[in-house]
């Protein structure tokens, strides 16, 4: 593959989302909160932390797509851009893709979950209210509320 780098680690990314004013905003459910609200009901717990692994997952997605479309563009500006380098940007864009439908999966089931065991979920109205970009929304806000809490 042409973009050869290390994984990111957690600090990077939570590092270049407090660039972009992370730090400012907040998810629908505080990711605390909603553990809690899990908390009591295995099954419920379970996909909570499937959840949370998803919003992390498509986090690191969203950080490596964006790290490759900044390559690019300074490829572009050396007139170095190659049709290798849109290919491998495209793949990682549907990996991208395929990461945020599971996430969305992820969160819809522990949505539905909680309403079936009489818990609030209520969150979720503003989580599907803008379709695929607030989930995304949600998913970046919860993983980066998540990494700074452990800081």
Known sequence: MF????????????SSMEKEGYNTMSPAIDPETLRLECEGDPILIKLYEQM????????????????????????RARNEDTQEAMIELSAIDK????????????INILSR????????????????????ATYAIFALLTFYKLSVSVK
Request: charged share 25%; glycine share 2%.
């Open 3 to 14: 973009f050869n780098h290390d994984p990111f680690s957690n600090n990077e990314v939570v």
């Open 52 to 75: 949370i692994k998803k919003c992390q997952e498509y986090s690191h997605d969203v950080f490596n797509m964006m790290y490759e479309q900044k390559t690019i563009e300074e490829m």
């Open 113 to 132: 979950s909680l309403a079936k065991a009489e818990k609030d979920n209520s969150w979720m109205l503003e989580v599907s209210s803008g379709g695929r």
């Open 95 to 106: 990996t991208r893709h395929y990461s945020h439908n599971s996430l969305m999966d992820s």
